[in-house]
T-cell receptor, first 116, second 115 residues
Framework: AQKITQTQPGMFVQEKEAVTLDCTYD???????LFWYKQPSSGEMIFLIY??????QNATEGRYSLNFQKARKSANLVISASQLGDSAMYFCAMRGYTGANSKLTFGKGITLSVRP | EPEVTQTPSHQVTQMGQEVILRCVPISNHLYFYWYRQILGQKVEFLVSFYNNEISEKSEIFDDQFSVERPDGSNFTLKIRSTKLEDSAMYFC?????????????FGPGTRLTVL
């Protein structure tokens, strides 16, 4: 079984600054994937970034990067140069290698508010 | 860019009624999923579907729920007799192949309100 923990209360960041959203996980699977999704107030789920457990380097996608620390079981999302449009709920999720059809397990999410 | 679509965007129904939520996954995707999100809570897995059968289902997915891929494009979730606690946002998702290494693409969701 997989478990994702997101315990930060609502986060605030000044526009153009960087912010880190925390995520820790627990799994017994030897191979797994970690994902971050953004959910704006309109409700849709937008994929941001993926990190494989055996990837040697931290994933990056534009202004998003994932600070993956396997020994600590953490996969924090770093958003650089925050924009007003980054205000949303952010979910960390993982998928274990339990077969070809593995489900995503989500954390509770973190609300990010970007201040002008 | 191809995307997952869902209809309707909002469904209001009376308790005990049947509802069918519809999804059109991305055309070349082979793995399909339903998730739900009760307001203010985390996204929860309901069911996964591959090769015309259910691959995995959660404890939420009881006998009141069913899924179907009636043709080559649609993927539906049916709730036979809705309860108040079924009120939630329901997301359909699809994945191309080797799901571990590929993201699931989510649809915009259907907000179900049970009165």
């Amino acid at each position: 079984a997989q478990k994702i923990t997101q315990t930060q209360p609502g986060m605030f960041v000044q526009e153009k600054e960087a912010v880190t959203l925390d995520c820790t996980y627990d799994t017994s699977d030897p191979s797994y994937g970690l994902f971050w999704y953004k959910q704006p107030s309109s409700g849709e789920m937008i994929f941001l970034i993926y990190q494989g457990s055996y990837d040697q380097q931290n994933a990056t996608e534009g202004r998003y990067s994932l600070n993956f620390q396997k020994a600590r079981k953490s996969a924090n999302l770093v958003i650089s140069a925050s924009q007003l449009g980054d205000s949303a709920m952010y979910f960390c999720a993982m998928r274990g290698y339990t077969g070809a059809n593995s489900k995503l397990t989500f954390g509770k999410g973190i609300t990010l508010s970007v201040r002008p | 860019e191809p995307e997952v679509t869902q209809t309707p965007s909002h469904q209001v129904t009376q308790m005990g009624q049947e509802v069918i939520l519809r999804c059109v996954p991305i055309s070349n995707h082979l793995y399909f999923y339903w998730y739900r999100q009760i307001l203010g809570q985390k996204v929860e897995f309901l069911v996964s579907f591959y090769n015309n059968e259910i691959s995995e289902k959660s404890e939420i997915f009881d006998d009141q729920f069913s899924v179907e891929r009636p043709d080559g494009s649609n993927f539906t979730l049916k709730i036979r007799s809705t309860k108040l606690e079924d009120s939630a946002m329901y997301f359909c998702a699809s994945s191309e192949r080797e799901p571990l290494y590929n993201e699931q693409f989510f649809g915009p969701g259907t907000r179900l309100t049970v009165l």
